[in-house]
């Protein structure tokens, strides 16, 4: 049984940083990425991560966020940097239990896990 658990949503001032955590249980290994949803708006997805360590960010976020993961600690990451009110949404976490990425993938219909979501509000 797959879980995702996201941790390290929260209230910043513009210009500020937080890191999301995402700890995977019931999974071994596959592909994982980071998807947000703004009120309003339809879920889009945020940063991905291919099997070998290369990333894939939408335009809006690079330079500002980085997504990672700790192997060891079945956790990803996703630090972000520089917050814009333009940030503020639900992030999730989203996971695809396979032995090899096709690729650092932000579609959304690709993953079959999700997590609950962690509130990030940038004022």
């Known amino acids: 049984h797959v879980q995702l658990v996201e941790s390290g949503g929260g209230s910043v001032q513009a210009g500020g940083s937080l890191r999301l955590s995402c700890a995977a249980s019931g999974f071994t290994s596959g592909c994982m990425a980071w998807f947000r949803q703004a009120p309003g708006k339809e879920r889009e997805g945020v940063a991905a991560?291919?099997?070998?360590?290369?990333?894939k960010l939408i335009d809006f976020v690079k330079g500002r966020f980085t997504i990672s993961q700790d192997n060891a600690k079945n956790t990803l990451y996703l630090q972000m940097n520089s917050l814009k009110p333009e940030d503020t949404a639900m992030y999730y976490c989203a996971a695809r239990a396979i032995t090899s990425c096709e690729g650092a993938i932000l579609y959304e219909s690709y993953y079959d896990y999700w997590g609950q979501g962690t509130q990030v509000t940038v004022s």
């Open positions: 991560l291919d099997s070998d360590g290369s990333t």
